[in-house]
Nanobody
Framework: QVHLEESGGGLVQPGGSLRLSCTAS????????KAWFRQAPGKDREFVAG????????DYADSVKGRFTISRDNAKNTVYLQMNSLEPLDTAVYFC???????????????????WGSGTQVTVSS
């Protein structure tokens, strides 16, 4: 099990960029499957981006493809979400998720992740 802590959220104007970070402690994070989810007010938590445990594959929600990029830095025990061309509909609390299971695919279901951060607020507004 790992402890996850997100940072980097904030208020940004439409068209702007933010980079979220999620730093892990307490486990061998390098080999964990990792993902970002988000939850807007009154809506269910949804998958945003994920990276396979070995870093060889990534996947994105259709709504963020071409705008968001997930990456990892094993030396820093950190996974990032670079968000460009932000839109008001991107406003949500963003959560980092991870699991030690070596899935052979990029897991997009929240049920497959047992470790969660507490979230960071992203607000896109003029």
């Amino acid at each position: 099990q790992v402890h996850l802590e997100e940072s980097g959220g904030g208020l940004v104007q439409p068209g702007g960029s933010l980079r979220l970070s999620c730093t892990a402690s307490g486990g061998f994070f390098e080999n964990y499957a990792k993902a970002w989810f988000r939850q807007a007010p009154g809506k269910d938590r949804e998958f945003v981006a994920g990276i396979k445990y070995n870093g060889q594959s990534t996947d994105y929600a259709d709504s963020v493809k071409g705008r968001f990029t997930i990456s990892r830095d094993n030396a820093k025990n950190t996974v990032y979400l670079q968000m460009n061309s932000l839109e008001p509909l991107d406003t949500a609390v963003y959560f980092c998720a991870a699991d030690a299971a070596t899935y052979s695919f990029v897991a997009t279901s929240a049920r497959l992740y047992r470790n969660w951060g507490s979230g960071t607020q992203v607000t896109v507004s003029s």
